[in-house]
């Protein structure tokens, strides 16, 4: 590998020169992920491993993401890097993982991290979109800065 390589294609850390694989998540994986979003304090309702990518390096679990259906909308939430682990292109896998595992051509993300979303592609929406009322809701409860964002997929 060239040392120019990025890991959003080729899954190896640059900094690191480690492999990370993004796999989905299975049963046994739910009691370390609901932990873990209890940690970073996310919503824990209604969890279903099949909602869940993790992200390993070198065998070991260093993050994961959740890709939600609520009706027809797929929400990309609870993308979660590990302390210690952040900076390294982990998060653009996962949430490249969710993008390409989902069955529609556009996803959407609530969040306050809005920059962070922009880099990998998303755009803001207006409050009070037509079909997203539930994520319009979510970013309400949610509070503080939060915003809907989408991708849509060429």
């Not at 609870?78 to 989902?102: A, N, Q």
């Not at 809005?114 to 997203?132: C, M, N, P, Q, S």
Request: net charge positive.
């Amino acid at each position: 590998m060239r040392k120019k390589d990025s890991p959003k294609t080729t899954g190896i850390s640059d900094i690191t020169g480690k492999i990370v694989r993004i796999r989905h998540a299975n049963e046994a994986d739910m009691v370390f992920i609901e932990e873990k979003m209890k940690q970073y304090k996310l919503d824990t309702e209604n969890l279903h491993y099949s909602e869940f990518v993790i992200a390993t390096e070198n065998g070991d679990i260093v993050g994961f993401g959740r890709l939600k259906k609520t009706e027809d909308i797929y929400e990309i939430g609870c993308v979660v890097v590990f302390e210690g682990r952040r900076g390294r292109g982990i998060g653009p896998l996962i949430v490249k993982h969710l993008i390409d595992y989902s069955p529609v051509k556009k996803v959407y993300t609530v969040t306050d991290k809005t920059d962070y979303f922009k880099g990998l592609g998303f755009v803001e929406i207006r409050e009070g979109a037509k079909g997203l009322e539930a994520l319009d809701k979510a970013c309400r409860i949610k509070g503080g800065n939060t915003v809907l964002m989408s991708y849509k997929k060429s």
